[in-house]
């Protein structure tokens, strides 16, 4: 790792080194002193600390496992999870690929009823491995997800489908009962002193790879590797993991809390789980950093002063045009950190040196880099609409303060009459879109929300459409698909600093699907997951405007971009 800081940075980055140094610090976190942080419990939640040498002490759990599932033959195997459970495993998938003689990964972490059918339609369900990935075994969405898959296969197996199932959470949980109760072939426990987001290697991360034909080993003994680098022993200016953090901590004390990822093609998905890890676990009591990810490479001039770069560059395969850019922010004064990542198993490595730097981080900052309280608020506000729904068989009814031809838009009150007040006569959707960009201001950052199927036609859309606005208004700029993002940047965009501007984008659901052993269906749980994100953004006193399209989400995305170069102009 090397990194490119203009003076008055390095000069600042060097004395926070010489000050956890001459503090021993790294003891204190290796120790588990919580006034590192505030304080309060993170005492608790640092068994992630340990997990490389206990996961290799027992990799013989693991290599069985993965030894009895190639020998079933299974085709394909199913991750049911969501934000930590899940953004893992979706790194191994995509960073991996399928491995020779062994089942092909798949996971599914999207209430969206064409995503669901998507996945389905992948895989067969009678040559598939289920794995339920729950923590607290109560989180909504690996409980539906189960339900549903469950229910189909038991049309196909009978008293035999639990056999195809395997879960992983804490002991003692719901899911744990559960589990017991349907004969799952494999219950895998978590660890209860590791949060979510710090869980990469331990089983919620390892299982579904070894099943998948990773070699887990290979990957825990790289990460190993970067444990021992981290090392409270390890003098602070040679220690990658405080290093990386001491950067990132201090310079989001100097105004640079937007933490732009940059992975080279064939490691890009890191940047996913980098988000979850970054934001949830530092964006609170109004301080944080914000993650942003897979926002296209510009030129220097359309970057503010807000701004840290990490590259991660595949050292094999690097990208030229990223190379190019990275170059350019450099020579124009960015603060760039470059880290070279030698093959796929260094994934390990990475998991391990960014769980350190965002415990740094957050100590620097000043904040639990532990809990994650708005994430709460907002399950909190779904399970009200989807309690009133099984009460009434309707969520409660929403007036729409604009329509447009076949998109409408909400808000709250305090949102919609600032936009209404701005839009003045122009009272059309690029007329409030405009008043709504217009109040993106230097230092600000611009998130579109959606709440729609994630694939590569919706994201090349919001994609072009972020552009748009971070060209124009040269600001950093977000994209996340409801609602796994509510389990990842979710916290930030609540609960860190007030400096984001929110589109939220919902949809009609064009075929919906029931949730077995429920009244609602998936379409209704992702409208309530909508709106209570939105209850909760309004709650924070935060800039939002939610655009509704028609069940042709294309045609109204397209609209929806229209609009923003328009309002842009």
Same mark, same amino acid.
């Given at each position: 790792m ?38 309060d419990?993170?005492g ?5 600390l340990t ?12 290599? !069985?496992? $993965?030894? =009895?599932?190639?020998?079933? &033959?299974?085709? #394909?195997?199913?991750?049911?999870g969501? *934000?930590?459970?899940s953004?893992?495993v ?13 089942p ?9 009823p ?38 189909r ?6 008293d035999k489908?639990g ?12 899911m744990? !009962?559960v $589990?017991? =109760?349907?004969?799952f072939? &494999?219950?895998? #426990? ?5 949060? *979510? ?9 390892m ?5 998948a ?12 590797e ?32 937007k933490v ?6 064939a ?8 988000e979850?890890?970054?934001?949830e ?13 897979r ?6 001039a ?14 094999s ?10 170059m350019?922010l ?8 470059r ?32 809990n ?7 399950k909190?506000?779904t ?16 007036v729409?303060?604009?329509?447009d ?11 919609a ?6 839009a003045?006569?122009?009272r ?6 405009k008043?709504h960009l ?7 950052y ?15 859309t919001?994609?072009?459409?972020r552009?748009a606005?971070r060209?124009?208004?040269?600001v950093?700029t ?28 919902t949809?009609?659901?064009?075929e ?11 379409g209704?749980?992702?409208a309530?997951?909508?709106?209570g ?27 929806l971009?229209?609009?923003?170069r328009?309002?842009?102009?």
């Amino acid at each position: 790792m090397t990194y490119s800081l203009r003076p008055d940075l390095a000069d600042a980055v060097k004395a926070s080194l010489a000050d956890w140094q001459s503090k021993a610090k790294m003891n204190k976190l290796w120790t588990r002193d919580a006034t590192l942080w505030t304080g309060d419990d993170e005492g608790k939640w640092l068994d992630w600390l340990t997990i490389v040498d206990d996961q290799l002490a027992n990799i013989g759990s693991l290599t !069985k496992f $993965a030894a =009895e599932i190639k020998a079933e &033959n299974f085709e #394909h195997i199913l991750l049911l999870g969501m *934000g930590g459970s899940s953004l893992c495993v979706e790194v191994m998938e995509l960073t991996f690929g399928k491995q020779s003689g062994y089942p092909a990964l798949h996971v599914l972490d999207s209430t969206d009823p064409a995503q669901i059918r998507e996945v389905e339609s992948k895989i067969d369900l009678a040559k598939t491995l289920f794995i339920v990935s729950s923590k607290s075994g109560s989180t909504l969405e690996p409980n539906i997800y189960m339900q549903y898959f469950f229910d189909r296969l038991k049309q196909l197996k009978g008293d035999k489908t639990g056999r195809q199932f395997v879960a992983v959470t804490d002991p003692g949980s719901k899911m744990d !009962k559960v $589990a017991q =109760e349907r004969g799952f072939r &494999n219950i895998f #426990h978590g660890v209860p002193g590791i949060g *979510g987001r710090y869980s990469a290697l331990s089983n919620f991360g390892m299982v579904p790879s070894a099943a998948a034909g990773i070699d887990v080993k290979k990957l825990l003994d790289r990460a190993e590797e970067m444990v021992r680098a981290c090392a409270d022993t390890v003098p602070a200016e040679e220690n990658p993991g405080l290093v990386l953090g001491t950067i990132l901590g201090v310079l989001a004390n100097h105004g640079r809390d937007k933490v732009t990822l940059i992975a080279s093609p064939a490691i890009a998905d890191l940047g996913a789980w980098m988000e979850q890890l970054l934001a949830e676990s530092t964006g609170k009591i109004g301080k944080g950093l914000i993650p942003v990810d897979r926002e296209p490479l510009g030129a220097p001039a359309v970057y503010g002063s807000d701004r840290v770069f990490a590259y991660l560059r595949f050292t094999s395969s690097p990208d030229a045009a990223q190379e190019a850019a990275i170059m350019a922010l450099e020579s124009a004064g960015q603060p760039v950190v470059r880290i070279e990542v030698g093959d796929v198993y260094d994934v390990g490595k990475e998991f391990f040196r960014w769980e350190i730097a965002t415990a740094v981080a957050g100590a620097i900052i000043g904040i639990n880099a532990f809990n994650q309280p708005d994430v709460e608020a907002s399950k909190i506000a779904t399970r009200e609409l989807t309690t009133a729904y099984e009460k009434t068989g309707s969520l409660p009814p929403e007036v729409p303060i604009l329509t447009d031809g076949d998109i409408q838009l909400f808000s709250d009150d305090r949102n919609a009459a600032a936009l209404a007040q701005a839009a003045g006569s122009n009272r059309t959707l690029a007329g409030y879109i405009k008043a709504h960009l217009d109040r993106v201001h230097d230092g600000d950052y611009f998130a579109a929300l959606a709440y729609i199927q994630m694939n590569a036609s919706h994201e090349k859309t919001l994609t072009d459409l972020r552009q748009a606005v971070r060209d124009r208004k040269h600001v950093a700029t977000c994209v996340g698909f409801g609602p796994r993002f509510l389990h990842s940047t979710g916290q930030a965009y609540k609960g860190g600093p007030n400096s984001g501007v929110f589109l939220q984008v919902t949809a009609d659901v064009a075929e919906d699907l029931p949730v077995p052993e429920q009244k609602y269906t998936f379409g209704t749980v992702k409208a309530a997951q909508a709106r209570g994100d939105f209850q909760v953004l309004a709650d924070r006193g935060r800039r939002a405007l939610r655009v509704h399209l028609p069940a042709n989400i294309d045609a109204g995305l397209t609209k929806l971009e229209e609009a923003v170069r328009q309002a842009l102009r």
